[in-house]
């Protein structure tokens, strides 16, 4: 996850940052998955990188929720029956949560828009109502 992060800082991806901060505030733990068989055996899906992989595999491995945005993680995790959802899913939990504010929130989707990262006007529609609800 550390490199993940570094690498997008370097690249300028809004969400490397965020990750970064709920990472010093103890929001978001790193952790390796423990089952390095399956991180290999997704690993050897066409496209999944590694990192990816290793995001599925500690979510199977936790029963929890694999935040991933890209495609091909998103079908590899529904042959392996592992929950996903996106980045706009983890940013309204945050801030639901109260550990990210609306202008937080509102910066990081403008920031990823502008950095390439996409979504239907559906989705940013109701991205922009939950951020204007009270």
């Given at each position: 996850?550390?490199?993940v992060v570094d690498k997008g800082k370097g690249l300028g991806v809004p969400d490397a940052f965020i990750a970064e901060n709920l990472i010093q505030r103890s929001i978001i733990k790193v952790r390796e998955p423990t089952n390095v068989d399956f991180v290999t055996l997704l690993s050897a899906i066409p496209d999944l990188h590694k990192a990816?992989?290793?995001v599925l595999a500690l979510a199977k491995e936790l029963e929890g929720i694999a935040i991933?945005?890209?495609?091909?993680?998103?079908?590899a995790s529904r042959l392996y029956d592992i929950e996903t959802h996106g980045t706009a899913y983890l940013l309204l939990r945050l801030l639901y949560?109260?550990?990210?504010?609306?202008?937080?929130v509102r910066e990081a989707i403008k920031g990823m828009i502008s950095a390439g990262w996409r979504l239907?006007?559906?989705e940013y529609a109701k991205l922009i109502r939950e951020l204007e609800s009270p």
């Open positions: 996850m550390e490199e990816e992989a290793q991933v945005d890209e495609s091909i993680a998103r079908e949560r109260k550990r990210l504010s609306k202008e937080q239907t006007a559906e």
